[in-house]
Structure formats: C-alpha cells, structure tokens
C-alpha cells in the first residue's frame, strides 16, 4: 500500500530527474513538417546577393480520398554539397519529406496592393 511516507522518500529523485528551467527568453521559432509530391523539377537559382539555392514547390494533399484538397507551397534550400546535388536530381512527382523554417512577409503588387506570403527554408 502507498502511503505519504512513499511519495516522500520518492521526491528526492524525481526533482533530480525533471529538467531546470533556463534564465534567458526561449527564441522565437515557427517550423512547419511537409510531405507531398513534388510538383516539378527543382531548379537551382541565384539570390540577389550572389548566394545559390534550389527552389521548388510541393503539393500536399488533404481531406477525404474522394474529394482531397491540395495546398502547394514554394521552398528555398540552402544545402550545398552532395545534398544540393540529391535534391537536384529528384524528378517531378517524387514523394518527399520537408522540414522548413517558416515566416510571413507583406510587401505591395503591381496593383499596389498589400500582399501577404508565406516564406519557407528547408532546414538542413
């Protein structure tokens, strides 16, 4: 039978194994895990400051099977090396897995109007 001496004699070890608590601020964090198909052949490109990545979109299907909806979503990869070079080869239509950092940014069309978009990067 337990009784309130057993739980006593048990704290001692349980408050050793429970984490400690940090003094600084946790830092912000907003990740998102995909998996879909992709929805063509990634391309490698050059940002504005002369840094190459590989874009490509993904396609992620949900809901029923009779009448599944499909979100796409554009991804920038940082990978360089024998990494680049696999995602690079993958063809149209693979099933893949992604793990990416995400943020929102606005920014004015041509329209003028204010527009809202989702940025992914692919954690390496």
């Known amino acids: 039978m337990l009784t309130s001496t057993t739980f006593r004699t048990m704290r001692p070890?349980?408050?050793s194994a429970s984490r400690s608590f940090s003094t600084t601020p946790r830092s912000a964090l907003a990740r998102m895990t995909?998996?879909?198909?992709?929805a063509a052949e990634p391309e490698l490109v050059n940002t504005s400051t002369?840094?190459?990545?590989?874009?490509?979109a993904m396609g992620v299907s949900s809901g029923p099977r009779d009448n599944p909806q499909t979100?796409?979503?554009?991804?920038?990869?940082?990978?360089e090396g024998p990494r680049r070079d696999y995602v690079l080869g993958l063809p149209k239509g693979?099933?893949?897995h992604c793990e990416a950092n995400a943020s929102m940014s606005t920014y004015?069309?041509?329209?003028?109007k204010k527009r809202t978009a989702l940025n992914l990067v692919q954690s390496t």
């Open 50 to 56: 002369g840094r190459e990545m590989v874009r490509y």
């Open 108 to 112: 004015d069309d041509a329209e003028g």
């Open 71 to 79: 979100s796409w979503y554009r991804i920038a990869c940082f990978d």
């Open 13 to 15: 070890a349980l408050s």
């Open 94 to 96: 693979t099933l893949m």
């Open 34 to 38: 995909l998996i879909g198909r992709l």
